[in-house]
């Protein structure tokens, strides 16, 4: 059986095209009641992209912050301020950041037609209702959150996303204006992020020649971005973000993300620095890669925070090893269908003692 | 103003995935009286591909022959004929071919919820309503019929294609076992198609970084199919074409194809063939490319029809400049805002005396 993968039905790409967003949404703006959700990475509040939102006077921009990656407790809360705001639906949410924010819209627009919590849903296909039609604009490339069929979110109990069909975001607005502002560091752990999960992708069993096609290429736009400096890095990066997500899509990431997962549950790492520091710590897995990781780091004179594991409580550690080793298909991806017997408890503490 | 690019929202790729049709259509048929059509390319009449088409008691198989290409006329009585099948539309329409067996499937999609004549939507979004669902599964690669928006048919007056986002397929089967028993010139005018259009779009002047990654690509995966004779060529040939289709989607091919619709216009030339004669008539606007397409036919032992011009009528040899001319937006992207200075009758007339 193979996955009939779901892709984002419409993309415009284009410097400046974020201007049209506004005629965009007027294909969903129904009645004169219709209303639209702006879910916004709240560092632009205040700033010049505040005033390009198409916003009209039914429509509301909900700030969200990201300073700690989505929780299922905050999707929950920001879904009932959705609901608290108008009796109607919206007719569209919009995502506008990063990876975060774009996860977050993903969620909201999910958990505004599915009852109950979303720690529901943490899981494949268990969504059962169709979202709200939802659109896309990254403002980082790296995380491919603009094409997956994830939400990740962190909740009570796991670090799993809402991965389904209805996930997949109706629209994406690619725009590489908008990503020429971003700090270094934030650049280069998210660019990273797109590097490593080509990597994972490549390296796997799962590969086909559709996640090869996708995944070679971005790697190529990554080597572009990050060894040879291209003048039109952002274009670069914005479609290197988008295949490198059309490759997961088709495939898998492996042991850097697994394990980048319990990091982050357990300390709160944000995910592309995580996959930093975990990636410098395997290679006995992704050779290859991580010598090329190492490279790009020192031209863009980037480091990683080292040393994260050293305090850790021994129920930190099991936590953490729980969390990672709960990931199957990330691991069946990596080491084939065997690999319980490889990945054993102390091989992965082994590897977080490194970190 | 950038193009909203609408895409084939889902894609199923893999060996024997042909297979996964019948529970894909099984999400289509609603009702007990709900029907499917499969429009298929008559040379599988009584082949073993009849036998796996997952064709219900209700469902009808509409044998199609692409001789010659395809007609606004065949298609009018294709649609004519599915009408007198069943009161009811179909529930979805499948393509299973070559290009022309899929711009048949998708021009039949179309025709059955737009009134009149096909020969009213030759042109640029001029289609009113959504299609019936409609899917596509090649049996050929390189057309990038399955991803395009666009159906090619000869009109009584034109050569020219329904574009538009209803023609879209709904869903494409990518399964490379169906293409490993193409005839090798077939195989070689079709694989031909898509290395000139991926050409044609990264030479053009509409290029971005969206098509120019996928246009790449595409042109790595015929060089490892043609030049390397790739163990894995069925798998890389069908994803240079869909590939290859993506690229041009977002950008448009050139002063080829504009060319080739021309001599296909006049002397039924088949679309893969008329472009690799074409081509081979454009060292001056294409030299790289024009170099390596010869490489890769001695390589493959294929040899090309000459001296098609030679007995045209003078009104013949009109004809076919002024369908060529009339591709406007080929040649803006060939030759810039300027090319009617540059690509004159006279100049025209020159290039396909050579052919």
Redesign the interface.
């Known amino acids: 059986?193979?996955?009939?993968?779901?892709?984002?039905?419409?993309?415009?790409?284009?410097r400046?095209?974020f201007a049209?967003l506004d005629e965009?949404l007027s294909h969903q703006r129904g009645g004169t009641d219709a209303w639209t959700v702006f879910v916004v990475d709240d560092v632009f509040r205040g700033k010049p992209l505040e005033q390009q939102i198409p916003a009209l006077e039914n429509d509301h921009i909900l700030w969200v912050n990201v300073d700690d990656e989505p929780k299922t407790s905050y999707v929950d809360q920001l879904t009932l301020d959705v609901k608290a705001l108008n009796p109607a639906l919206p007719c569209a949410v919009i995502g506008i950041g990063g990876g975060s924010a774009m996860d977050l819209a993903k969620s909201v627009s999910l958990m505004l037609t599915n009852e109950g919590s979303s720690t529901l849903y943490q899981g494949w296909d268990l969504i059962k209702n169709p979202a709200i039609f939802h659109a896309a604009v990254p403002t980082l490339s790296g995380t491919g959150a603009e094409v997956s069929r994830t939400a990740v979110l962190t909740g009570p109990e796991k670090k799993l996303g809402l991965n389904s069909d209805y996930t997949v975001f109706d629209?994406v607005v690619?725009d590489?204006e908008l990503i020429q502002n971003v700090p270094k560091k934030q650049h280069f752990y998210t660019g990273m992020d797109c590097y490593i999960h080509c990597v994972e992708s490549l390296e796997g069993t799962f590969l086909?020649?559709?996640s090869k096609?996708y995944g070679?290429?971005s790697l190529e736009?990554c080597r572009q971005v990050f060894l040879d400096n291209h003048p039109?890095s952002d274009?670069?990066l914005?479609?290197a973000s988008f295949?490198g997500g059309m490759s997961i899509a088709?495939s898998q990431v492996g042991a850097c993300h697994a394990l980048s997962y319990g990091l982050s549950y357990v300390l709160g790492t944000h995910h592309g620095v995580g996959c930093c520091i975990t990636f410098d710590a395997l290679d006995e897995y992704y050779g290859a890669g991580v010598k090329e990781f190492r490279t790009m780091m020192d031209k863009t004179g980037v480091d990683i925070p080292r040393g994260l594991t050293q305090d850790l409580s021994e129920d930190q550690m099991e936590t953490m090893i729980t969390v990672a080793l709960g990931l199957d298909p990330l691991w069946e991806n990596c080491l084939g269908k065997d690999w319980k017997t490889i990945m054993t408890r102390d091989k992965a503490r082994d590897l977080f003692l490194k970190m």
């Open positions: 059986m193979f996955r009939n993968f779901k892709l984002v039905p419409n993309v415009i790409f284009g400046g095209c049209q965009i629209q690619l590489p086909n020649e559709f096609s070679e290429k736009l039109d274009d670069k914005m479609m295949f088709y």
